[in-house]
Protein backbone atom coordinates (compact mmCIF):
# COMPACT_ATOMS: atom_id res chain seq x y z
CA UNK A 1 0.00 0.00 0.00
CA UNK A 2 1.32 3.17 -0.72
CA UNK A 3 1.37 6.28 1.38
CA UNK A 4 1.58 9.82 0.62
CA UNK A 5 2.16 12.62 3.19
CA UNK A 6 0.44 15.98 2.49
CA UNK A 7 3.00 18.80 4.06
CA UNK A 8 2.54 21.52 6.00
CA UNK A 9 1.88 24.94 3.75
CA UNK A 10 0.33 27.47 6.32
CA UNK A 11 3.42 29.76 7.75
CA UNK A 12 1.50 29.02 11.26
CA UNK A 13 2.09 25.88 11.34
CA UNK A 14 4.93 24.98 8.80
CA UNK A 15 7.14 24.19 11.49
CA UNK A 16 5.14 21.23 13.22
CA UNK A 17 6.26 17.80 13.35
CA UNK A 18 3.29 16.68 11.28
CA UNK A 19 1.45 16.06 8.41
CA UNK A 20 -1.44 18.32 7.12
CA UNK A 21 -3.09 14.96 5.68
CA UNK A 22 -1.70 11.35 5.05
CA UNK A 23 -3.32 8.94 2.11
CA UNK A 24 -3.01 5.25 2.90
CA UNK A 25 -4.78 3.50 0.51
CA UNK A 26 -8.17 5.39 -0.12
CA UNK A 27 -8.35 6.33 2.86
CA UNK A 28 -7.42 10.02 3.85
CA UNK A 29 -6.33 11.36 7.83
CA UNK A 30 -6.20 15.18 8.03
CA UNK A 31 -4.46 16.54 10.53
CA UNK A 32 -6.55 18.85 13.19
CA UNK A 33 -7.35 21.75 11.87
CA UNK A 34 -7.70 25.28 13.67
CA UNK A 35 -9.20 28.67 12.52
CA UNK A 36 -5.75 30.07 10.93
CA UNK A 37 -6.28 32.42 7.74
CA UNK A 38 -3.71 32.11 5.24
CA UNK A 39 -1.10 34.08 7.07
CA UNK A 40 -1.33 31.69 10.17
CA UNK A 41 -2.92 33.59 12.49
CA UNK A 42 -6.04 32.61 14.32
CA UNK A 43 -8.91 34.86 13.01
CA UNK A 44 -10.97 37.39 14.84
CA UNK A 45 -14.18 36.66 16.54
CA UNK A 46 -16.77 34.05 18.11
CA UNK A 47 -16.79 30.14 17.45
CA UNK A 48 -19.20 31.15 14.10
CA UNK A 49 -16.13 32.39 12.50
CA UNK A 50 -13.68 29.79 13.90
CA UNK A 51 -15.88 26.99 12.93
CA UNK A 52 -16.22 28.43 9.72
CA UNK A 53 -12.41 29.20 8.78
CA UNK A 54 -11.57 25.83 10.49
CA UNK A 55 -14.15 24.04 7.91
CA UNK A 56 -12.87 25.68 4.82
CA UNK A 57 -9.11 24.73 5.99
CA UNK A 58 -10.60 21.43 6.61
CA UNK A 59 -11.48 21.60 2.90
CA UNK A 60 -8.57 22.68 1.76
CA UNK A 61 -6.29 20.18 3.32
CA UNK A 62 -8.74 17.72 1.56
CA UNK A 63 -8.89 18.79 -2.14
CA UNK A 64 -4.91 19.02 -1.55
CA UNK A 65 -5.53 14.88 -1.43
CA UNK A 66 -7.71 14.60 -3.83
CA UNK A 67 -10.85 15.00 -1.40
CA UNK A 68 -13.40 17.08 -0.85
CA UNK A 69 -16.33 17.43 2.29
CA UNK A 70 -18.71 14.62 0.21
CA UNK A 71 -16.06 12.11 0.92
CA UNK A 72 -15.78 12.47 4.80
CA UNK A 73 -16.73 9.77 6.96
CA UNK A 74 -15.60 10.46 10.30
CA UNK A 75 -15.09 14.14 11.89
CA UNK A 76 -13.91 14.59 15.60
CA UNK A 77 -14.66 17.95 16.95
CA UNK A 78 -12.69 19.58 20.04
CA UNK A 79 -15.03 22.80 21.15
CA UNK A 80 -13.14 25.00 23.64
CA UNK A 81 -16.78 25.98 25.12
CA UNK A 82 -19.73 22.97 25.11
CA UNK A 83 -21.73 26.27 25.20
CA UNK A 84 -21.00 26.67 21.43
CA UNK A 85 -22.76 23.25 20.67
CA UNK A 86 -25.66 24.40 19.03
CA UNK A 87 -24.26 27.24 17.16
CA UNK A 88 -21.38 25.14 16.03
CA UNK A 89 -23.95 22.57 14.73
CA UNK A 90 -25.28 25.43 12.56
CA UNK A 91 -21.91 26.06 10.96
CA UNK A 92 -20.99 22.28 10.20
CA UNK A 93 -24.81 21.56 9.12
CA UNK A 94 -24.03 24.21 6.35
CA UNK A 95 -20.44 22.32 5.43
CA UNK A 96 -21.89 19.07 5.86
CA UNK A 97 -25.51 19.53 4.67
CA UNK A 98 -26.20 16.26 2.33
CA UNK A 99 -23.24 14.01 3.53
CA UNK A 100 -23.35 13.32 6.88
CA UNK A 101 -20.57 11.59 8.29
CA UNK A 102 -20.08 10.24 11.52
CA UNK A 103 -18.51 12.53 14.33
CA UNK A 104 -17.21 12.82 18.10
CA UNK A 105 -17.35 16.33 19.62
CA UNK A 106 -15.98 16.96 22.85
CA UNK A 107 -14.78 19.88 25.09
CA UNK A 108 -11.77 20.61 26.01
CA UNK A 109 -8.62 23.20 26.29
CA UNK A 110 -6.96 24.06 22.44
CA UNK A 111 -3.65 24.38 22.38
CA UNK A 112 -2.97 27.42 19.84
CA UNK A 113 -6.39 29.34 21.84
CA UNK A 114 -8.66 28.50 19.31
CA UNK A 115 -12.40 27.96 19.97
CA UNK A 116 -12.70 24.99 17.99
CA UNK A 117 -10.07 21.94 16.14
CA UNK A 118 -11.62 19.55 13.59
CA UNK A 119 -10.16 16.47 12.26
CA UNK A 120 -11.87 14.19 9.39
CA UNK A 121 -11.01 10.59 8.13
CA UNK A 122 -11.86 10.57 3.99
CA UNK A 123 -12.91 7.77 2.00
CA UNK A 124 -12.15 7.83 -1.83
CA UNK A 125 -12.14 4.25 -3.58
Given at each position: MAI???AEDNPGTRTLPRS???KA???VFVSGQVARNEDGSIVAG????????????VAHVLALAGCTLEDVVKTTVWLEDARD????????????CANKP????LEAKNMVGT???????????
Open positions: DYFLATGDFGIEAHARQTLRNFDEFNRVYGEFFSRSTKVEIEVIAYKP
